[in-house]
């Protein structure tokens, strides 16, 4: 244990229940909103709306023209003028449990109703491929309101960090087409951890005064100070023949060359197959990782077992006593091991170019790249870290902007549960800048991945090894602070 790292203090958002986060998270004290003020300042002109909506439904930027060239038809008519703060919302209706379908239509009555985005129905590609385009469009050919509008844009995500991330992974395609500026994002917290959302001061469940809360939500996303999150690249390389079934972040690529800086020992496949992905919170490889596969699997296959945060968090423990996590020390099963008996780790610490080996502790069954101090519902398992602890490791205080990930490990359930609790500290792996895991089966025939609570089984070979690297993204996302 490295109990003497972390300061002894209790992590007070690990502990705070869900109830009392709600109800302290989404007072409504201070200013009362007026509806209708609040509207007049989100919603877009009529015509915006209009050839917005159709350019995604047509998959056409220049769709939507007829609404352009209608408003401009009569010299006599006022210039249309750009809301003070234009506002997108998208929403992953199945989740929130029940709500998500009533607070789709309270968005919807808050301001245009064309500003509402179903995930389910409109990608966020396709709003930034032909939303914004129609906007910068009709900003090319003179039109001062869409080209104001397009400048104060603002989006919010209501859904979990699997859907915030989505979000935020298209809209860095912004940047890299240098379509700037980038929006800025907040948060409505509908999944289960919500880590991301609680990095931010945007809470960590759903409010049950919801109705009332979401005009503050909206009204804290237009004036809320901009804030700066860092996000990682994946890329898994595999030796070629084994399917592997990917979640939704990850995404085949064409094959991509390794880091040279970094020798391979070993012979290399002829042919790979090669995936790559984004994650904004955590990557994480071991026995956790087969705890969320095998709980994500339950729900899609009995959905009618998850109906919210809660109930998803009871059936996640009990998956976790199932899967062996908390008798880890008392089974043979190989599968059940140390992960240095598969896994090569390398490293880039900060301000250096050059990779470093890194010893896996024989006792580590998962290990967790974490960008956060936000982990599983709020947890910090990295720690409070002491000054004088930070020097003797070499390390420096985490930071979601700082370029740097914090690599931890957990030797088992029970070690997990008191590092949970703020009892002990995770086993302190190192910091990075970039990392290489190398797995080789062996015994093992697979092992078990997940990035930002998306989990996939990783198929091994035994004569050819697996590479998965992570890079720090060049750019960094734009998030809305809510505190």
């Not at 396709?126 to 900003?139: P, T, V």
């Not at 989006?155 to 809209?171: E, M, N, Q, S, Y």
Request: glycine letters at 10%; hydrophobic letters at 35%; proline letters at 6%.
């Amino acid at each position: 244990m490295e109990s003497s790292g972390p300061e002894p203090v209790v992590n007070k958002v690990a502990v705070r229940s869900s109830v009392i986060e709600s109800i302290k998270g989404w007072s409504l004290s201070g200013i009362r909103i007026h509806k209708e003020e609040l509207r007049q300042k989100l919603t877009m002109p009529e015509y915006l709306r209009l050839a917005i909506k159709d350019a995604i439904a047509s998959k056409d930027i220049d769709a939507g023209k007829r609404h352009y060239d209608f408003s401009t038809i009569g010299h006599d008519k006022p210039p249309h003028i750009a809301p003070e703060s234009p506002l997108v919302v998208f929403i992953n209706s199945k989740s929130g449990g029940r709500y998500g379908p009533e607070l789709k239509a309270r968005l919807q009555d808050l301001m245009g109703e064309e500003q509402v985005f179903d995930l389910l129905t409109v990608k966020p590609n396709e709003f930034i491929q032909y939303g914004l385009g129609c906007l910068e469009k009709f900003s090319s050919l003179g039109d001062g309101c869409a080209k104001e509008t397009r400048e104060k844009l603002r989006i919010v995500v209501a859904g979990g960090d699997g859907t915030v991330g989505w979000v935020l992974g298209c809209l860095g395609e912004l940047h890299k087409a240098g379509r700037d500026p980038v929006p800025p994002t907040a948060i409505v917290p509908l999944g289960t951890g919500n880590d991301l959302s609680r990095s931010f001061g945007w809470g960590g469940s759903f409010p049950f005064n919801w109705k009332a809360a979401i005009k503050k939500t909206l009204d804290k996303a237009i004036r809320g100070p901009i804030s700066r999150l860092d996000s990682w690249s994946l890329l898994i390389s595999m030796p070629a023949g084994a399917d592997l079934d990917t979640p939704y972040s990850l995404k085949r690529t064409e094959e991509v060359v390794l880091d040279q800086d970094l020798k391979v020992e070993g012979p290399l496949p002829e042919k790979v197959s090669c995936y790559q992905g984004v994650f904004y919170n955590y990557f994480s490889i071991g026995m956790d990782a087969q705890v969320a596969y095998g709980f994500h699997h339950l729900r899609n296959e009995k959905p009618y077992l998850a109906q919210g945060p809660i109930s998803n968090k009871i059936i996640y423990s009990s998956y976790s006593c199932k899967q062996g996590w908390f008798f880890t020390p008392c089974i043979a099963d190989p599968g059940l091991r140390g992960l240095n008996n598969i896994l090569r780790l390398h490293v880039k610490r900060l301000n250096s170019t050059q990779w470093e080996p890194i010893t896996i502790p024989s006792s580590v069954r998962s290990i967790v790249a974490l960008n956060l101090h936000s982990y599983a519902s709020g947890r910090n398992p990295w720690g409070n870290l002491k000054p004088d602890y930070l020097h003797k490791k070499g390390f420096v205080e985490a930071k979601a902007d700082d370029g740097v990930l914090e690599v931890f490990g957990f030797k088992h359930g029970w070690h997990a549960s008191f590092v949970m609790a703020d009892l002990i500290s995770a086993k302190h792996i190192a910091q990075a800048t970039a990392i290489r895991f190398e797995l080789r089966g062996g015994t093992w025939k697979e092992a078990f991945m997940q990035m930002d609570g998306e989990p996939w089984k990783q198929p091994m070979n035994n004569e050819f090894s697996t590479f998965v690297d992570i890079t720090r993204v060049p750019f960094q996302s734009f998030m809305i602070n809510g505190e």
